[in-house]
């Protein structure tokens, strides 16, 4: 691609497309059309990349562009690309790029486009806003798949954006957008049941979001010190037994009356619960610091608890499993200052 410059429409021009409009507006792209369903916020979107031509119509948007960024919902990915080559615009030369994390480049490979480079550019990144996803997406990392030529575009499109890129099999997506959608959009949710865990035990909701954001910033602080399994913490990591059989009772004693998402079910909190500790449970023994002991009573319980079972209370446990002794006393010491 070398120092070229493209000729960019921005088709569905909505917080993700409006952000990266702009940043490539101020990379010494040309921005075309720019539509949107509602001539307005089209022109609020140009406003905000700073130019560009204000459109409803999709192919007059594309029409005197020679990369077409199509940033719509996936279900409308397909149908965008069969109006366009309709239209004549799936000429020799364009590109392509669909910003979906989940639809292959393939999706775009419609009749009439033969002679289109097909390029999905995935930004892994929450873009709230296109104010502040300018910013975000101004250094980001891109999930980038297509063919090599349509590769070699991506990776200079990535650069002019600051960015940095993976390059994503084509067999690989669906996973690969499970693996962004977990650890961010289901943060959001875990964050959910810690707010409603935390306004059942007394405390204020509001005091409740600064202090578990800050929780949340610190676990994140940590996998980026000590990265995964070695930032794990908590009464798993170091087989507290007890404590994790008390907060299986807590859950099922408290979650009727929580009302996450408008659905007050304690066994789904607390098979939520299991399942993850389950899963905590094996990081705890890939890190070294869970016993292989102890970590079969806490997978007993937790396998119990996930089934339905009735989680019952072993006082003298405290969490311990079998006495420990010598060097491995110590190192479980040497882990107890992590906590949580």
Known sequence: ???????????????????????????????????????????????????????????????????????????????????????????????????????????????????????????????????????????????????????????????????????????????????????SNYLVVLMAVGLCLWQRAGLPREQGLAALVQLMRSALAGMEERGVPGALTGPIERGDVETVRRHLRALAEAAPETGVQGEAQGARLVELYAGLGLAAVELAREKGSLPEEVAAQLRAVLAEARHGGRVGSHEGEQGAGAPLEGDEAAGRENHRVDRL
């Open 1 to 183: 691609m070398g120092a070229r410059r493209w000729r960019v429409a921005i088709l569905g021009a909505g917080r993700v497309g409006t952000a990266l409009g702009r940043l490539l507006a101020e990379s010494g792209y040309a921005i075309a059309g720019v539509c949107r369903r509602d001539v307005s916020a089209a022109s609020v979107a140009c406003q905000w990349i700073g130019s560009g031509r204000p459109e409803t119509d999709p192919v007059r948007a594309a029409a005197d562009a020679d990369l077409v960024l199509i940033c719509t919902p996936d279900r409308m990915v397909r149908a965008m690309c069969e109006r366009l080559a309709g239209a004549g615009l799936g000429r020799a030369g364009v590109v392509w790029v669909h910003t979906s994390g989940a639809l292959p480049a393939a999706a775009m490979a419609v009749a009439g486009s033969e002679g289109v480079l097909h390029l999905a550019l995935h930004p892994l990144q929450a873009v709230p806003d296109a104010v502040r996803g300018t910013e975000r997406l101004r250094g980001a990392w891109y999930g980038i798949e297509g063919s090599p030529e349509a590769l070699a575009v991506g990776r200079a499109l990535v650069a002019d954006l600051q960015g940095r890129a993976v390059e994503v099999p084509a067999e690989g997506k669906a996973l690969y957008h499970a693996a962004a959608s977990v650890v």
